[in-house]
């Protein structure tokens, strides 16, 4: 199956560079560009592609509000933030408005299609340079007792035990196969378990489910 791209960054030099990358994947086509936020959603709803690459600040529309407007509309398409900076203050936001995961821009050819089929496959993607960050931002807003509060109100109380002991792992960065490793169970019964979870909790995919579980406090920065 072709992965379809679009590219959201409002650098010409950017946009072709990683056509050029991209577009030289067997499994893989970019089938669109937007020099910003709006048009990156406009293009969204004409083209429905599979994985939208979001540059954070653009003019009329950043790449947060974008992502917050592209997964509200629930379209297929999962967002991939791309970064200058591995302390970038926006990246958690663009995590919480709805993004998949985010990649350096100074990533290699490989870095970024591998990140590229990560994302389309479902998965999180979250560049290992930034991780304690992302923690500590974590940890910052659980601290919040309006945020605990409004975490708190969606129930994951109904979540089974096992479900939960998913979910704290999911959050950690684990994947599939190492949950499955480590709970020495099939890989295909882990997917379940994700999947039952997302839709308890009426999430979108592993990345909002990390977030989750570190604001709802099920998971503490160590």
Known sequence: MTIRILIADDQMMVREGFSVLLNAMPD??????????????????????????????????NGIEATREIVASQDAAKVLVLTTFDLDEYVYQALRAGASGFLLKDASARQLADGVRVVAS?????????TRRLITEFSKLAESPRLSAAVQSQQYGELTERETEVLVLIAQGLSNAEIASHLVVAESTIKTHVSRILVKLGLRDRTQAAVFAYEARLVTPG
């Open 28 to 61: 893989m086509e970019v089938v669109g560009e937007a020099v910003n936020g709006r048009e990156a959603v406009e293009r969204v709803r004409e083209l429905a592609p599979d994985v939208v690459l979001m540059d954070i600040r653009m003019p009329e529309l």
């Open 122 to 130: 479902g998965e999180a993607l979250l560049a290992p340079t930034v």
